[in-house]
C-alpha cells in the first residue's frame, strides 16, 4: 500500500497564481454579462440610502494616479456601504466644458475663428465624449462598480437645463451681479479665472523703488518731499491712480542724498540698505492717518496721485507706502471705490498696453516692464531696479502667468451669504478634521466668485439686453431657456438670435422696439460641475440630495468643495453633502511629484497590464491617503507579495474544504476545541475591527489587520498545527470537522471582508467555497460581530499559551541552528515552568505535542529545577533534544512505538488505525 494515497492532502482548483492582468478581464466581462451593479441595486432596495457623490474628472487623456487613488477609494466605500445595510448608488460623471478641450482641439490643427461658434461647439462635445469613453473603460478596469452606462455629463442637455436654474435662482435672491472689477485675467487663455483656476509658481520680476513728488501736502508735508513706493509689476505703474498707506502706522520723513523721502518708519532700515542711501537723516515723524488726500504727481504722466488710507497696507516688504492701481488689484479697487477714483485699465484681453499707456501702446504688458523702468529713470523717479525670484499666480491650465485685470464680469456675490456658508461648513462632517478649518477660512476670507469667462465651450450665461443696456434675467426667460437647453442642449444658445431664444411674445418697457441682444460670456466651469447636487442629484431619481459624501483630492477645498458648497448654499440654504473626505497627492518612491520630464510617472494602466488592478488596490487600502501617498515598483512589489500571501491563505482554506459540506459536517461553537473556539473569537474580533475600520474610512487598518491575521493566527499558528488533523485524521474524524468548521467560517468571512477591496479575487475565491448560493460575494452582507459568553476568558488565556508557544519556537529554532534537530517533528521539547505556566499547561485538554508541532513533550518540573543547557526565559526553561524512536511514514511522528502493528510496520499507532478502519480497499 502507498500511504501517500491515505492522506487528505488539499485539493483545489483554484490557482496558486492570480495571474490578475488575464484573469481581471474574464471576471469583469462575467460582471457585465450579468449586470452586477444592477443586481446589487436590485438586492439594497428599500435599505436606508447611501450616496456616495462622484466628483466629475475632467474629460481629457489617460487617467493617471490620482484618478485611480479616488475612484478606488470611492469603490471601496460604495462596495462597503452595500454590503452593510444600505442602498449605495454609485454615479460616475464627467466635467465636460472649458479651455482644455478647446486646446486640444486647436493643437490638432482645428481653425476655431474660421468656423461658426456652434459648429466649433459641436466639435468640443465630439471630443469630450471620445474622452469619457476611454476614462470610462480604464475606470471599469480598476474594477470601479457603478452605473457605467448611465453617467452624468456636464454637457448633457438635461445637466445643463438644470444648471440655469440654479444661475436663475441665485439671480432671483440677488446674488448675481455684473461688474467691473478686477479679476485674475490669463492673457494666454484671454480668459477671466476663478481662484481655483490659479496656482502659484516661482518667476522672476523687476523691482523697482519709484519716488512720487508731492503736489499738494495739505500742510502736513512740503512739496520737496517724495513718496517712496516698491513695486514688482512696474507695466502697473501707467494705471496709478493713488497711494495707499496705513492709518495706524507711524511715516518719516528721510533726508538722503539732497532729497526729502517719506517711507514707513518700521520699513527705513530695510528700504535705505536696499536703495543705498547714505547718511538717511530722519527730519519728520507724522501719522498714516494724517496723510490722508495728500496728492503727489504721478511720475510720468503728471496726473494726481490720491493719498488714502487703507487696512491691507502692512510692513511684509515695500515701503509702507503702496502703490495704488484700482484697475490691476483687489485691495486698489476697494480703497480706490471708496475715495471715488476711476478704475483706470490699460491692458486688452490679451495682454496689450492700450492707448490709456501713452508711450507704450502695443506693448505686451511684461515686455512692457523695461521701457517703462527707463522712462521712470529718464524722469529721475526710479529709485532702484533689482530682480527678485517670488511666488507669483499662474493659468493651471497654460501654466503661464496671470495679471489682475479690471473687466466687466459677471459675479455670484458671496458677501450677501457668507454667514450661511460658514453655518453649513460647520454642520458637515469634516475627514480629516482639518478640512473644516481650511474650507471655513477660505470662505470668510474669499471675495466674490467671477463667474464668467469669455470662452465659446461652456454653458452660456442666460442673461439678454434691452435696447437700452438693461439686463433681463426673468423667471420667465429662466424657465424657457433652461427648457430649450433641456430640448435641444447649450449650442441653441449661439445657433438662434436673442429673439429667438425669448419667450413667445416676450416684450419689456426697455426695449420698446422689440429688440434685444444676448450675453456672449460662457459660466466658469467650477459653476458647471458646481451644480451637480442640482443637476444629478436633485434630476436622478436613484439618488437623493444632500448626499452622504464628497470624496476628493485635496486641491478641492478650493475648488468643486467650495463651489458646490456656493450653489447649494446660494439655492437650498444647506450644504450639498453632510460629510466630506478628502486624499492627499500621488507622488513617486522618494515623495517627489510625478512629472514625465522626470520620468518618474506610474502609469495606472501599466501597473494593471504588469501585475493587476487588484494589486493597485490593496495598495490603495495600505497607504494613509488623507496625506500624500507614495507609489513606485518597489513598493507596489512589496504590496504584490503580501497579496500572495493572501491568496495562499484562500487556496490553503479552498483545499481543506474539498470534503467538506456545511449542511452536514458543521460542528457547533459548543462542541469545538477550545483552541478551535479560540481561533473563532480572533476571527470575530477581526471582523469587528474590520467593520469599524471600513465605517471610518480608515483603510489601511484594514489592510494591516487582514494581512496579520492570514499570516500570524492562520499560517503560522493554526494552519501550522491543523495539518497534522486535516491530512492525517479519518475524514469524519470529529477534530478535523472542527477544525474545517472554522476554516470554513474563515474563508467566508474573510472573502466578504476582503471583498471592498480584492474585488476580483474575491469573486473568484466565492466560485470555489463549498454551499454558496449567492453567484458574486457582492450580492451578500458583512459578517456580523458574534458576542460569544466566553470570549474573553478563551483570549487571555489562549494568547498566553500563543506567547510560552513562541518561546518553544525560538529555543526549537536554536536547536536546529546547532543541529541537535531538523525539522521540529525530530525534537522533544521539555518544559521547566512557574507555577503560573504550570497552571496553564493543565488548564489545556488539547494535544500538546501536536500544538507544538514535536515528536515528545513533557513537564519534568519546576524552573529551579532546570539544567545548565535549557534555555531559560521569563516563565519557563526549555530543553530540546532529538525525539527517540522511529519516524512513521505517515505522519512523519518520531515514536518509540512506530511498527507496533505488524500490517503496519512502518506506522505509529494512530496512523495504523487510521488506515485499517478507512483504506483496507488500498491494501
Same mark, same amino acid.
Given at each position: 500500500?502507498?500511504?501517500?494515497?491515505?492522506?487528505?492532502?488539499?485539493?483545489?482548483?483554484?490557482?496558486?497564481?492570480?495571474?490578475?492582468?488575464?484573469?481581471?478581464?474574464?471576471?469583469?466581462?462575467?460582471?457585465?454579462?450579468?449586470?452586477?451593479?444592477?443586481?446589487?441595486?436590485?438586492?439594497?432596495?428599500?435599505?436606508?440610502?447611501?450616496?456616495?457623490?462622484?466628483?466629475?474628472?475632467?474629460?481629457?487623456?489617460?487617467?493617471?494616479?490620482?484618478?485611480?487613488?479616488?475612484?478606488?477609494?470611492?469603490?471601496?466605500?460604495?462596495?462597503?456601504?452595500?454590503?452593510?445595510?444600505?442602498?449605495?448608488?454609485?454615479?460616475?460623471?464627467?466635467?465636460?466644458?472649458?479651455?482644455?478641450?478647446?486646446?486640444?482641439?486647436?493643437?490638432?490643427?482645428?481653425?476655431?475663428?474660421?468656423?461658426?461658434?456652434?459648429?466649433?461647439?459641436?466639435?468640443?462635445?465630439?471630443?469630450?465624449?471620445?474622452?469619457?469613453?476611454?476614462?470610462?473603460?480604464?475606470?471599469?478596469?480598476?474594477?470601479?462598480?457603478?452605473?457605467?452606462?448611465?453617467?452624468?455629463?456636464?454637457?448633457?442637455?438635461?445637466?445643463?437645463?438644470?444648471?440655469?436654474?440654479?444661475?436663475?435662482?441665485?439671480?432671483?435672491?440677488?446674488?448675481?451681479?455684473?461688474?467691473?472689477?478686477?479679476?485674475?485675467?490669463?492673457?494666454?487663455?484671454?480668459?477671466?479665472?476663478?481662484?481655483?483656476?490659479?496656482?502659484?509658481?516661482?518667476?522672476?520680476?523687476?523691482?523697482?523703488?519709484?519716488?512720487?513728488?508731492?503736489?499738494?501736502?495739505?500742510?502736513?508735508?512740503?512739496?520737496?518731499?517724495?513718496?517712496?513706493?516698491?513695486?514688482?509689476?512696474?507695466?502697473?505703474?501707467?494705471?496709478?491712480?493713488?497711494?495707499?498707506?496705513?492709518?495706524?502706522l507711524t511715516y518719516v520723513v528721510v533726508s538722503a542724498n539732497g532729497n526729502k523721502y517719506l517711507v514707513a518708519e518700521a520699513l527705513l532700515e530695510a528700504v535705505v540698505k536696499e536703495i543705498g542711501w547714505e547718511n538717511a537723516e530722519v527730519i519728520q515723524k507724522v501719522k498714516g492717518s494724517e496723510l490722508e488726500n495728500i496728492i503727489a504727481a504721478h511720475p510720468l504722466y503728471g496726473r494726481d496721485s490720491l493719498v488714502?488710507?487703507?487696512?491691507?497696507?502692512?510692513t511684509e516688504a515695500g515701503t509702507g507706502c503702496v502703490h495704488t492701481a484700482p484697475g490691476h488689484g483687489e485691495d486698489d479697487f476697494y480703497v480706490g471705490q471708496k475715495y471715488g477714483l476711476d478704475v483706470l485699465c490699460p491692458v486688452d484681453d490679451k495682454g496689450h498696453m492700450t492707448n490709456e499707456a501713452p508711450g507704450f501702446e502695443g506693448l505686451f504688458y511684461d515686455q512692457a516692464n523695461k521701457p517703462i523702468a527707463?522712462?521712470?529713470?529718464?524722469?529721475?523717479?526710479?529709485?532702484?531696479?533689482?530682480?527678485?525670484?517670488?511666488?507669483?499666480?499662474?493659468?493651471?491650465?497654460?501654466?503661464?502667468?496671470?495679471?489682475?485685470?479690471?473687466?466687466?464680469?459677471?459675479?455670484?456675490?458671496?458677501?450677501?451669504?457668507?454667514?450661511?456658508?460658514?453655518?453649513?461648513?460647520?454642520?458637515?462632517?469634516?475627514?480629516?478634521?482639518?478640512?473644516?478649518?481650511?474650507?471655513?477660512?477660505?470662505?470668510?476670507?474669499?471675495?466674490?466668485?467671477?463667474?464668467?469667462?469669455?470662452?465659446?465651450?461652456?454653458?452660456?450665461?442666460?442673461?439678454?439686453?434691452?435696447?437700452?443696456?438693461?439686463?433681463?434675467?426673468?423667471?420667465?426667460?429662466?424657465?424657457?431657456?433652461?427648457?430649450?437647453?433641456?430640448?435641444?442642449?447649450?449650442?441653441?444658445?449661439?445657433?438662434?438670435?436673442?429673439?429667438?431664444?425669448?419667450?413667445?411674445?416676450?416684450?419689456?418697457?426697455?426695449?420698446?422696439?422689440?429688440?434685444?441682444?444676448?450675453?456672449?460670456?460662457?459660466?466658469?466651469?467650477?459653476?458647471?460641475?458646481?451644480?451637480?447636487?442640482?443637476?444629478? /442629484?436633485?434630476?436622478?431619481?436613484?439618488? +437623493? !440630495?444632500? &448626499?452622504?459624501?464628497?470624496? @476628493?483630492? #485635496?486641491?478641492? %477645498?478650493?475648488?468643486?468643495?467650495?463651489?458646490?458648497?456656493?450653489?447649494?448654499?446660494?439655492?437650498?440654504?444647506?450644504?450639498?453633502?453632510?460629510?466630506?473626505?478628502?486624499?492627499?497627492?500621488?507622488?513617486?518612491?522618494?515623495?517627489?511629484?510625478?512629472?514625465?520630464?522626470?520620468?518618474?510617472?506610474?502609469?495606472?494602466?501599466?501597473?494593471?497590464?504588469?501585475?493587476?488592478?487588484?494589486?493597485?488596490?490593496?495598495?490603495?487600502?495600505?497607504?494613509?491617503?488623507?496625506?500624500?501617498?507614495?507609489?513606485?515598483?518597489?513598493?507596489?512589489?512589496?504590496?504584490?507579495?503580501?497579496?500572495?500571501?493572501?491568496?495562499?491563505?484562500?487556496?490553503?482554506?479552498?483545499?481543506?474544504?474539498?470534503?467538506?459540506?456545511?449542511?452536514?459536517?458543521?460542528?457547533?461553537?459548543?462542541?469545538?476545541?477550545?483552541?478551535?473556539?479560540?481561533?473563532?473569537?480572533? /476571527?470575530?474580533?477581526?471582523?469587528?475591527? +474590520? !467593520?469599524? &475600520?471600513?465605517?471610518?474610512? @480608515?483603510? #489601511?487598518?484594514? %489592510?494591516?489587520?487582514?494581512?496579520?491575521?492570514?499570516?500570524?493566527?492562520?499560517?503560522?499558528?493554526?494552519?501550522?498545527?491543523?495539518?497534522?488533523?486535516?491530512?492525517?485524521?479519518?475524514?469524519?474524524?470529529?477534530?478535523?470537522?472542527?477544525?474545517?468548521?472554522?476554516?470554513?467560517?474563515?474563508?467566508?468571512?474573510?472573502?466578504?471582508?476582503?471583498?471592498?477591496?480584492?474585488?476580483?479575487?474575491?469573486?473568484?475565491?466565492?466560485?470555489?467555497?463549498?454551499?454558496?448560493?449567492?453567484?458574486?460575494?457582492?450580492?451578500?452582507?458583512?459578517?456580523?460581530?458574534?458576542?460569544?459568553?466566553?470570549?474573553?476568558?478563551?483570549?487571555?488565556?489562549?494568547?498566553?499559551?500563543?506567547?510560552?508557544?513562541?518561546?518553544?519556537?525560538?529555543?526549537?529554532?536554536?536547536?536546529?541552528?546547532?543541529?541537535?534537530?531538523?525539522?521540529?517533528?525530530?525534537?522533544?521539547?521539555?518544559?521547566?515552568?512557574?507555577?503560573?505556566?504550570? &497552571?496553564?499547561?493543565?488548564?489545556?485538554?488539547?494535544?500538546?505535542?501536536?500544538?507544538?508541532?514535536?515528536?515528545?513533550?513533557?513537564?519534568?518540573?519546576?524552573?529551579?529545577?532546570?539544567?545548565?543547557?535549557?534555555?531559560?526565559?521569563?516563565?519557563?526553561?526549555?530543553?530540546?533534544?532529538?525525539?527517540?524512536?522511529?519516524?512513521?511514514?505517515?505522519?512523519?511522528?518520531?515514536?518509540?512505538?512506530?511498527?507496533?502493528?505488524?500490517?503496519?510496520?512502518?506506522?505509529?499507532?494512530?496512523?495504523?488505525?487510521?488506515?485499517?478502519?478507512?483504506?483496507?480497499?488500498?491494501?
Amino acid at each position: 500500500m502507498d500511504y501517500k494515497d491515505t492522506l487528505l492532502m488539499p485539493k483545489t482548483e483554484f490557482p496558486m497564481r492570480g495571474n490578475l492582468p488575464q484573469r481581471e478581464p474574464e471576471i469583469q466581462a462575467k460582471w457585465e454579462e450579468v449586470d452586477i451593479y444592477a443586481k446589487v441595486q436590485e438586492r439594497t432596495k428599500g435599505r436606508p440610502m447611501f450616496v456616495l457623490h462622484d466628483g466629475p474628472p475632467y474629460a481629457n487623456g489617460d487617467i493617471h494616479m490620482g484618478h485611480a487613488l479616488n475612484k478606488i477609494l470611492k469603490d471601496f466605500i460604495v462596495r462597503y456601504k452595500s454590503m452593510s445595510g444600505y442602498h449605495a448608488p454609485y454615479v460616475p460623471g464627467w466635467d465636460t466644458h472649458g479651455l482644455p478641450i478647446e486646446q486640444a482641439l486647436t493643437n490638432k490643427g482645428v481653425k476655431r475663428k474660421e468656423m461658426s461658434v456652434a459648429d466649433f461647439r459641436k466639435l468640443c462635445t465630439e471630443y469630450a465624449l471620445e474622452q469619457i469613453d476611454n476614462q470610462r473603460n480604464q475606470f471599469k478596469r480598476l474594477g470601479v462598480r457603478g452605473d457605467w452606462e448611465n453617467p452624468y455629463i456636464t454637457l448633457k442637455p438635461e445637466y445643463e437645463a438644470q444648471q440655469i436654474k440654479v444661475f436663475g435662482e441665485m439671480a432671483k435672491k440677488g446674488y448675481i451681479y455684473k461688474g467691473l472689477k478686477p479679476v485674475y485675467w490669463s492673457p494666454s487663455s484671454e480668459s477671466a479665472l476663478a481662484e481655483a483656476e490659479i496656482e502659484y509658481k516661482d518667476k522672476k520680476s523687476p523691482s523697482i523703488y519709484v519716488a512720487f513728488k508731492v503736489k499738494d501736502g495739505k500742510g502736513i508735508l512740503d512739496t520737496d518731499t517724495q513718496i517712496v513706493i516698491w513695486t514688482t509689476t512696474p507695466w502697473t505703474i501707467p494705471a496709478n491712480l493713488g497711494i495707499s498707506v496705513h492709518p495706524e502706522l507711524t511715516y518719516v520723513v528721510v533726508s538722503a542724498n539732497g532729497n526729502k523721502y517719506l517711507v514707513a518708519e518700521a520699513l527705513l532700515e530695510a528700504v535705505v540698505k536696499e536703495i543705498g542711501w547714505e547718511n538717511a537723516e530722519v527730519i519728520q515723524k507724522v501719522k498714516g492717518s494724517e496723510l490722508e488726500n495728500i496728492i503727489a504727481a504721478h511720475p510720468l504722466y503728471g496726473r494726481d496721485s490720491l493719498v488714502m488710507l487703507g487696512e491691507h497696507v502692512t510692513t511684509e516688504a515695500g515701503t509702507g507706502c503702496v502703490h495704488t492701481a484700482p484697475g490691476h488689484g483687489e485691495d486698489d479697487f476697494y480703497v480706490g471705490q471708496k475715495y471715488g477714483l476711476d478704475v483706470l485699465c490699460p491692458v486688452d484681453d490679451k495682454g496689450h498696453m492700450t492707448n490709456e499707456a501713452p508711450g507704450f501702446e502695443g506693448l505686451f504688458y511684461d515686455q512692457a516692464n523695461k521701457p517703462i523702468a527707463e522712462a521712470l529713470e529718464k524722469e529721475g523717479a526710479l529709485l532702484k531696479l533689482s530682480f527678485i525670484t517670488h511666488s507669483y499666480p499662474h493659468d493651471w491650465r497654460t501654466k503661464k502667468p496671470v495679471i489682475f485685470r479690471a473687466t466687466a464680469q459677471w459675479f455670484a456675490s458671496i458677501k450677501d451669504f457668507r454667514n450661511e456658508l460658514l453655518e453649513a461648513v460647520k454642520e458637515t462632517k469634516w475627514v480629516p478634521a482639518w478640512g473644516e478649518t481650511r474650507l471655513f477660512n477660505m470662505v470668510r476670507d474669499r471675495g466674490d466668485w467671477c463667474i464668467s469667462r469669455q470662452r465659446v465651450w461652456g454653458v452660456p450665461i442666460p442673461v439678454f439686453y434691452a435696447e437700452n443696456g438693461v439686463e433681463i434675467i426673468t423667471d420667465e426667460t429662466i424657465n424657457h431657456v433652461s427648457e430649450l437647453f433641456r430640448q435641444f442642449g447649450s449650442n441653441v444658445w449661439f445657433e438662434r438670435e436673442a429673439k429667438d431664444l425669448l419667450p413667445e411674445g416676450f416684450t419689456h418697457p426697455d426695449s420698446p422696439n422689440g429688440n434685444f441682444t444676448k450675453e456672449t460670456d460662457i459660466m466658469d466651469v467650477w459653476f458647471d460641475s458646481g451644480s451637480s447636487h442640482q443637476a444629478v /442629484l436633485l434630476e436622478r431619481e436613484d439618488l +437623493v !440630495r444632500p &448626499a452622504d459624501l464628497y470624496l @476628493e483630492g #485635496s486641491d478641492q %477645498y478650493r475648488g468643486w468643495f467650495n463651489s458646490s458648497l456656493s450653489t447649494a448654499v446660494a439655492v437650498t440654504g444647506k450644504a450639498p453633502y453632510k460629510g466630506v473626505l478628502s486624499h492627499g497627492f500621488a507622488l513617486d518612491g522618494e515623495g517627489r511629484k510625478m512629472s514625465k520630464s522626470i520620468g518618474n510617472v506610474v502609469v495606472p494602466a501599466k501597473v494593471m497590464n504588469q501585475l493587476g488592478a487588484d494589486i493597485l488596490r490593496l495598495w490603495v487600502a495600505s497607504v494613509d491617503y488623507q496625506a500624500d501617498v507614495r507609489v513606485s515598483d518597489a513598493i507596489l512589489k512589496q504590496v504584490a507579495e503580501v497579496y500572495r500571501k493572501i491568496r495562499n491563505t484562500f487556496r490553503f482554506l479552498l483545499g481543506n474544504l474539498a470534503d467538506f459540506n456545511p449542511a452536514s459536517d458543521k460542528v457547533a461553537f459548543e462542541n469545538l476545541r477550545e483552541v478551535d473556539q479560540f481561533m473563532l473569537v480572533k /476571527l470575530n474580533k477581526l471582523i469587528k475591527s +474590520v !467593520r469599524n &475600520a471600513y465605517e471610518n474610512y @480608515e483603510f #489601511s487598518a484594514i %489592510y494591516h489587520s487582514v494581512n496579520n491575521f492570514c499570516t500570524l493566527d492562520l499560517s503560522a499558528f493554526y494552519l501550522d498545527f491543523a495539518k497534522d488533523v486535516l491530512y492525517i485524521e479519518a475524514k469524519d474524524n470529529h477534530e478535523r470537522r472542527a477544525i474545517q468548521t472554522v476554516l470554513y467560517e474563515s474563508l467566508l468571512a474573510l472573502t466578504k471582508l476582503v471583498s471592498p477591496i480584492l474585488s476580483h479575487t474575491a469573486d473568484e475565491v466565492w466560485k470555489f467555497i463549498p454551499a454558496v448560493r449567492e453567484e458574486s460575494v457582492q450580492l451578500t452582507d458583512l459578517p456580523e460581530y458574534v458576542d460569544y459568553a466566553n470570549a474573553k476568558e478563551l483570549e487571555e488565556k489562549w494568547t498566553a499559551f500563543m506567547k510560552l508557544r513562541d518561546d518553544v519556537l525560538k529555543a526549537l529554532e536554536e536547536a536546529r541552528n546547532e543541529k541537535v534537530i531538523g525539522k521540529s517533528l525530530t525534537a522533544k521539547v521539555t518544559l521547566y515552568v512557574n507555577d503560573k505556566t504550570k &497552571a496553564l499547561l493543565d488548564s489545556i485538554h488539547e494535544n500538546l505535542q501536536q500544538l507544538f508541532i514535536v515528536s515528545g513533550f513533557n513537564v519534568a518540573g519546576s524552573m529551579e529545577d532546570a539544567p545548565e543547557n535549557a534555555l531559560k526565559l521569563d516563565n519557563t526553561a526549555i530543553v530540546v533534544t532529538k525525539a527517540e524512536g522511529e519516524t512513521c511514514e505517515r505522519c512523519w511522528i518520531v515514536s518509540k512505538e512506530v511498527g507496533q502493528d505488524p500490517d503496519h510496520k512502518t506506522l505509529c499507532p494512530r496512523c495504523a488505525q487510521v488506515v485499517k478502519e478507512n483504506y483496507t480497499h488500498l491494501a
